[in-house]
């Protein structure tokens, strides 16, 4: 079985944040990260070098492959926000009301916090989380 990648660090989220190149990049990253503690009420983590997670679940998925990750998180790269959230029933009516975006399977892909909107993604990031809750055993790390 593969060796998983993405572990929490103690790595600094401040400093991490703060060597964010790109000022808009860097403030959107101040802004999700005072959105998700408001969320979670959980003090954030590096996981690996690029994720800023929030809370910690453990999954094995029924072909035996298990690991753990952050509960809620993003990254802010250089092409875009990435913004981690678990699927819920109803997520797609709340992306067509959230703005400009990419996705991915979990990731949502957003080029600045400007062209969404924070009530919407808000109730994104709660409502993926308390799915996460009902689906794993999920903890504040």
């Known amino acids: 079985m593969a060796t998983l990648k993405t572990k929490a660090t103690g790595a600094s989220v401040a400093a991490f944040i703060a060597a964010v190149d790109n000022d808009t990049r860097r403030t959107d ?65 709340l992306l067509k009301k959230l703005g400009k975006y990419k996705s991915g399977k979990q990731c949502l892909y957003i080029n600045k916090l400007a062209d969404v909107d924070l009530g919407v993604l808000r109730q994104i990031l709660g409502q993926g989380l308390a799915q996460l809750r009902k689906d794993w055993p999920v903890t504040a790390s």
Do not use: Q
């Open 29 to 93: 990253a101040k802004a999700l990260l005072k959105l998700m503690k408001d969320i979670t009420g959980w003090k954030p983590k590096m996981w690996g070098p690029t994720i800023i997670g929030f809370g910690a679940y453990h999954y094995t998925y029924a072909t035996g492959h298990s690991g753990s990750i952050c509960a809620l998180g993003f990254s802010p790269r250089a092409a875009s926000l990435v913004v981690y959230s678990a699927e819920f029933p109803g997520k797609a009516g």
